[in-house]
Every structure is written in structure tokens, then in C-alpha cells.
Nanobody
Framework: QVQLVESGGGLVQAGASLRLSCAAS????????MGWFRQVRGKEREFVSF????????DYADSVKGRFTISRDSAKNTVYLQMNSLKSEDTAVYYC???????????????WGQGTQVTVSS
């Protein structure tokens, strides 16, 4: 089992930055692929970014490429999502997820956090 707890969401103006954190506990953190997804009410959950267990491989959705950076600190069992130059269309609930494959499909991830709201005002 892996337990995930997100934090760092909030209300910011367009152009601002936020850093989301996802603290993991349970079985081996370093073995898991960690992903960030987001969801707007009434829409499907969409891929934002993932990072491999070693941290050596990352990928991003085209909509966030160049603005968001994913990283992980194995000593702290924590994964981060640094979000810069935020836009109103980034407004969503952001979820942290853990799985075993580097995948863009949320159904491939086994464990999920409770989500944290990010609201960007224009």
C-alpha cells in the first residue's frame, strides 16, 4: 500500500507560481512511478506529468511543457510539481498518483491522493 497526501494548492493570479507537494508513505517509494493529473468538474481526469522511480525520466502534457517541472526527493518520500506562469486554464483539482508504469492514462495508476485545488484568476 502507498498513501499519498497532496498539499500546496491555492488561489493565485495568472502569471504566478505554485509548488505542489505529494508526500508518500507505505511501501518502497523509489520503486514507484509518480504522476500528477488534474481534473475540472464535469471533465475527465487528464495527465499533467510523470517521473520515473529513479527520477531520470520525466514527461509533461503539451499544455504545461516549459512551465511545470516535476521532481522527487527520495529522502523525503515526496514528489513536487513546480508550476510557473500559471494560466486560468490551469485551474483544476490536482491529484498525485503512484504506479508501476510510466503512463499517461490515469487508469494505469494504482494509488491516488485526495487532491488539492488550484485556482488561477485572470
Amino acid at each position: 500500500q502507498v498513501q499519498l497526501v497532496e498539499s500546496g494548492g491555492g488561489l493565485v493570479q495568472a502569471g504566478a507560481s505554485l509548488r505542489l507537494s505529494c508526500a508518500a508513505s507505505g511501501r518502497s517509494f523509489s520503486a514507484t512511478v509518480m504522476g500528477w493529473f488534474r481534473q475540472v468538474r464535469g471533465k475527465e481526469r487528464e495527465f499533467v506529468s510523470f517521473i520515473s522511480g529513479s527520477g531520470g525520466t520525466t514527461d509533461y502534457a503539451d499544455s504545461v511543457k516549459g512551465r511545470f517541472t516535476i521532481s522527487r526527493d527520495s529522502a523525503k518520500n515526496t514528489v513536487y510539481l513546480q508550476m510557473n506562469s500559471l494560466k486560468s486554464e490551469d485551474t483544476a483539482v490536482y491529484y498525485c498518483a503512484a504506479g508501476w508504469l510510466r503512463d499517461y492514462d490515469p487508469r494505469r495508476y494504482t494509488y491516488w491522493g485526495q487532491g488539492t485545488q488550484v485556482t488561477v484568476s485572470s
